[in-house]
């Protein structure tokens, strides 16, 4: 009974990181690991499950939301148009929560003082002037760069 348990969510979960729709993969590329999925949107009947019927369901009407013309087939230019759409969600909910944090006599316009990061500014230019000198040098942000990016945790293979 574990094992089937098991089986059936692995299967599932598979399922869900290979089916979720031909834009998100666009969508995704450059990013790192599945494509993330809202639980609630799959889980049509909100049991706290997800079944293959309904799997199936999502990523159908997935698809169908896509297919802008309704022949059965997605394009590039229907993907692109999906991907952009999704984008341009994405975007306006930072940019509507930047205004919230930032937007600081609520007129609706970000003025410089409002957007300085003044102690996030400073901490960042003492991160990456490494040698103390009062400038940055390629070399300094290049190495910051590669440690935002976790480049400093790689190691060359033992010879």
């Known amino acids: 009974m574990k094992i089937t348990k098991t089986l059936v969510t ?3 979960a598979a399922a869900l990181i290979t089916t979720l ?5 666009f969508a995704r590329e450059g ?3 599945p ?11 909100a049991d706290g499950q ?10 159908a009407s997935r698809f169908e939301a896509q297919d802008a013309d309704g022949n059965g087939t997605l394009s590039k230019e229907e993907i692109v148009a999906s991907v952009l759409g999704h984008a341009e969600e994405r975007m306006q909910k930072r940019t509507d929560r930047m205004f919230e944090r930032k937007d600081a006599n ?10 300085s990061d ?13 040698d103390g000198n009062g400038s940055i040098s390629q070399e300094e942000l290049g190495a910051l760069e590669k440690h935002r990016k976790g480049d400093h ?4 293979p033992s010879e």
Request: charged share 35%.
């Open 153 to 156: 945790k790689r190691r060359a």
């Open 21 to 25: 729709g031909t834009a998100t993969a």
């Open 118 to 130: 003044g102690d996030r500014a400073d901490k960042f230019f003492e991160r990456a002037d490494a």
């Open 10 to 12: 692995g299967l599932t």
């Open 31 to 33: 990013r790192h690991g």
């Open 35 to 45: 494509p993330r999925i809202v639980f609630a949107d799959v889980d049509a009947n």
């Open 50 to 59: 997800i079944t293959p019927e309904e799997l199936e369901a999502h990523r």
């Open 106 to 115: 609520g007129d609706g316009q970000l003025s410089m003082a409002e957007l």
